[in-house]
């Protein structure tokens, strides 16, 4: 199959998922909790630390979650709530200043502190809000000190950064100049190739919210129009609105045909012409799809079932339905935001499975009856489900990769081909 896929705006308005039912579930859920966040939100902004005030098993999710990664200077840590903080013999916030004062005097390069709140500081309801207030106070103007919930109690991994990027809308100052902000963590080299291409297209100034530095965060009002990076920041987005700001409604960027639309909706907000920006897009787009015509060869037909986990879910099975060929078994996501997610519902053939939240062992039944090529999951389900025999992605991983943006088609294409690739080769 050496064809290069056509992008056909009209099969957006005529079929799709748009109005289709979803299978809505509530049982026991293989989610990780938005404590994850941490680890790709702490190498995004370079000076910010993350004190979680939890446990040891939330120590030991993080460091499992970070790998073995010996840092020179960490920058995230826990604060262990112990046995007599639960009894409440120990006045926590006492403990808590004292913990953040020493870290703030050995750390002078921190800029930002989070507090970030788990499930043991919230059954204790130690006030995580207080604290930071009163911390804030204490250590301004150097240093910020916000808080927000990991928790893991009725949340899914990338909550996390939703609700880290909701307690930075806030401290963004006003501003009445139109402007463009990409809101929602991408790797720096993402953000570069996407600066270039507004750049050329002569849209600005572009805000990127999370900022690399504390400093640069930006400012925020009527005239600034927003386009989500991700589809898991519902909260941050309303936030933003509340601050005027405007939400481009396009596809997120995965894929060539994501990206193209996702770039068209600041094009049009800011009147590019049609002309320009074929120009521009073009010859990126086209190398996009021709880097994909490989991995197309290899999943074209296959069946991919997605259980719910990073909520990339829906743009995901779009990509993989779309321009490679892929047949949808089942599209599961935590949360199926309508309006986040209306161009990609659009853009799904239409009688797709949807399912939102989940009761593993009835989603289980219904994987083991499907028989997908490949599942996407947790890592909680991928060994099992490899020792079953299936060929599993670790959703994790699509948050940990850069997949954004042409240049970044067949990577994210490569993360579905190697495993089937891989389990291919252990059977020949
Ligand atoms: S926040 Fe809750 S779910 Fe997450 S590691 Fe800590 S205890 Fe576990």
Redesign the pocket.
């Known amino acids: 199959m050496n064809r290069v896929i056509e992008i056909s705006p009209a099969a957006a308005v005529d079929v799709g998922c748009t109005d289709a039912p979803v299978l809505k579930e509530r049982g026991q859920r293989e989610v ?4 994850t966040g941490i680890i790709w939100l702490h190498r995004k902004i370079q000076d910010a630390f993350f004190l ?1 005030v ?2 040891r ?2 120590a ?3 460091q499992s979650a970070a790998g073995v990664m010996i840092f020179a200077e960490p920058r995230f840590a826990t604060a262990i709530i112990d046995e007599r903080d639960l009894a409440g013999l120990a006045d926590a916030n006492a403990e808590l200043d004292r913990v953040v004062t020493r870290l703030l005097e050995r750390r002078p390069d921190i800029k930002l502190l989070f507090l970030v709140g ?3 500081s919230e059954v204790i309801k130690l006030d995580l809000s207080r604290a930071a207030q009163r911390l804030s106070t204490t250590f301004a103007p150097a240093v910020r000190v916000l808080n927000y919930s ?4 009725e949340t899914t991994f990338t909550q996390g950064e939703d609700a880290c990027l909701a307690s930075l809308v806030p401290e963004m100052a006003n501003s009445q100049a139109p402007a463009l902000m990409v809101v929602g963590a991408l790797a720096d080299v993402v953000e570069d190739q996407f600066k270039r291409l507004f750049d050329a297209l002569d849209i600005g100034p572009v805000h990127f919210f999370p900022p690399r530095h504390a400093a640069e965060l930006s400012a925020v009002g009527p005239n600034t129009r927003f386009l989500l990076a991700q589809p898991f920041l519902a909260d941050t987005a309303r936030m933003l609105e509340a601050r005027g700001a405007e939400r481009l409604a396009a596809p997120f960027p995965l894929g060539a045909e994501g990206t193209t639309a996702w770039l068209q909706a600041a094009a049009t907000a800011f009147g590019v012409s049609a002309t320009r920006f074929e120009e521009v897009i073009a010859p990126k787009r086209e190398r996009a799809q021709l880097s994909l015509q490989r991995h197309r060869q290899v999943l074209q037909g296959k069946r991919v079932f997605f259980f719910p986990d990073s909520q990339l879910e829906v743009p995901l099975a779009r990509f993989l339905s779309r321009e490679l060929g892929m047949g949808l078994a089942e599209v599961g996501s935590p949360y199926l935001h309508r309006q986040h997610l209306a161009a990609e519902l659009a853009w799904l053939p239409s009688g797709t499975l949807l399912s939102e939240g989940q009761d593993v062992e009835r989603q289980l039944d219904r994987c083991r009856t499907s028989q997908p090529d490949i599942v996407v999951c947790g890592l909680g389900l991928a060994n099992p489900l490899e020792n079953e025999g299936f060929t599993t992605k670790w959703a994790i991983e699509l948050v940990f990769t850069p997949i954004q943006g042409f240049d970044q088609a067949a990577d994210l294409a490569e993360l579905f081909t190697r495993p089937l690739t891989r389990r291919t080769k252990l059977l020949a």
């Open positions: 990780f909790c938005g404590l979680v939890g446990s098993t939330c030991h999710l993080l788990s499930c043991p990991g928790s893991g109690i």
